[in-house]
């Protein structure tokens, strides 16, 4: 039998019959794409300019991995969006093609009414058209008589979710936070608006802790930008007040890992270090048992006298060289020493080293600061003697307390010559079998390295202070560990390594000499409390009331040892051609924890 399509009868209304007009449709049925923020083929083009961005910029990186003899899962946080991207896209044009296609199918199905042409064909429209009454038949029939009254449908009001799409997209996703009181959406407020300064919300709330909450709230509300990953709760901010850091909203979380233990002029220490580099804990660790199973390492403390530099002015160049002498004659000294040290009772003055620049003069002031750092503690008995220069000089114009002479987290050559903080040397003889089982290098391959790399290279490089390896990856960690200015690695981290084959070429003498090592165990953010924490695992917590300075001169040579302990280490590693391996193995996210391996 044959199958022929009829075609839909058309409704009328009421109100047009007489017209005979047709009735327009009222009820539409929702689509799918009604839900997208944007029209159709705007959208089916971003997700296919996406799909094949995406394609590229992974092929990209494949060929350079396969290049770099890089391994394909190891996947940087580019190349997780892309591929998370890549399957956004592609479930997009899947659903889009097979959606598109079910609802081809379903409208031909809807729209179309099948009959089966046979002998009983017409008869079968008559009889249908009959039941619907005289209107439905006459019009099958091809006669025009006026529609029947069509009852009024209400139109059908589909959802709208392309409005919600669009408020999500141009609004920032919520930030999660505590519940605010009435009193604090108040204050944070006034500070958006700029009605409260945020520096002040310390002092007039009371409550540090309140005070760094509605602070980060505020951030967040005035950038648009979200701090969710920063955390703010189990930190006393009280003890950050006035000294460690203003404005706060929050801490940085850097893990702490520990080395050793580390045999130092007959003790036993764990170095603690605050990193974020793979491998470097692991090296240091390696290098400390080297150390260790030879016998030790010894240190030697040559100097310990904190600088600084204030910059003087005279109208004549023969006046600031008056001046000069004057502050270098030892028949001055005392006067000048009394002078100072009022200013603490662990300030000593132990010299002025002058230099001239035309008409202005600057004066390089060193004196003992106990177990303190010392920056501030010198500046006081600096300006105590300026005050007492000035009576006596009345022409001259001091333009500042520092004159950059000292010098000050800045790397010099007066540092690197003349020294600052703590002059240390520090020295360990490794056994050739040593050097062969636990560092998996020769004694000759280490003389040569060193000489051609530390020494040669650096002086190739116009290096200053830095005749090293990296000296100042081992002594960021430990300053940020204990609670150090981290500024401070750039003159505290001056290091000479010097390696030589000793006992008939058999062992290595390994050594470290750093001129300017500038540490404290009082003051600053020694007394927070995790810093104060790894220093006493160290034992040099606080002030040592007994020797004032032996604890701040004490973790200076634990800090130089450290260092002794990361160059043999790296060194091993590098003549042994194992840097990039072990960086490979130790400096990229393990998951699975049974595969860590630990360092041997």
Known sequence: MDVRRRPVVPLYTSKDASA??????????????????????????????MFFSVMYFLLVRWREKIRNSIPLHVVTLSELLAMVSLIASV???????????????????????????????????????????????????????????????????????AKVALSQTEKPAPITMPALSEDDEEIIQSVVQGKTPSYSLESKLGDCMRAA????????????????????????????????????????????GIAGPLLLDGREYSVPMATTEGCLVASTNRGCKAIFVSGGANSVLLRDGMTRAPVVRFATSKRAAELKFFVEDPLNFETLSLMFNKSSRFARLQGIQCAIAGKNLYMRFSCSTGDAMGMNMVSKGVQNVLDYLQSEYPDMDVIGISGNFCSDKKPAAVNWIEGRGKSVVCEAIIKEEVVKKV????????????????????????ALGGFNAHASNIVSAVYLATGQDPAQNVESSHCITMMEAVNDGKDLHVSVTMPS????????????????????????????????????????TIVAASVLAGELSLMSAISAGQLVKSHMKYNRSIKDISQVITSS
């Open 439 to 462: 560092l998996k290098t020769e004694v000759a391959a280490l003389v040569e390295l060193n000489m051609l790399k530390n020494l040669t290279g650096s002086a190739m490089a116009g």
């Open 213 to 256: 909450s509605i602070r980060k709230e505020a951030l967040q509300r005035i950038t648009g930008k979200s701090l969710e990953g920063l955390p703010l709760e189990g930190f006393d901010y009280e003890s950050i007040l006035g000294q460690c850091c203003e404005m706060p909203v929050g801490y940085v979380q850097i893990p702490v």
């Open 517 to 556: 090592i500038e540490v404290g165990t009082v003051g600053g953010g020694t007394q927070l409390a995790s810093q104060s924490a790894c220093l006493n695992l160290l034992g040099v917590k606080g002030a040592n009331r007994d020797a004032p300075g032996s604890n701040a001169r004490l973790l200076a």
């Open 91 to 161: 479930i997009y044009l899947l659903g889009f093609f097979g959606i598109g296609f079910v609802q081809s199918f379903v409208s031909r199905s809807n729209s179309d009414s099948w009959d089966i042409e046979d002998e009983n064909a017409e008869q079968l429209i008559i009889e249908e058209d009959s039941r619907r009454g005289p209107c439905a038949a006459a019009t099958t029939l091809g006669c025009v008589v006026p529609p029947p009254p069509v009852r009024k449908i209400a139109p059908m009001v589909p959802q709208q979710p």
């Open 20 to 49: 005979g007009e047709p009735l327009k449709q009222q009820v539409s049925s929702p689509k799918a794409s009604d839900a997208l923020p944007l029209p159709l083929y705007l959208t089916n083009g971003l997700f296919f300019t």
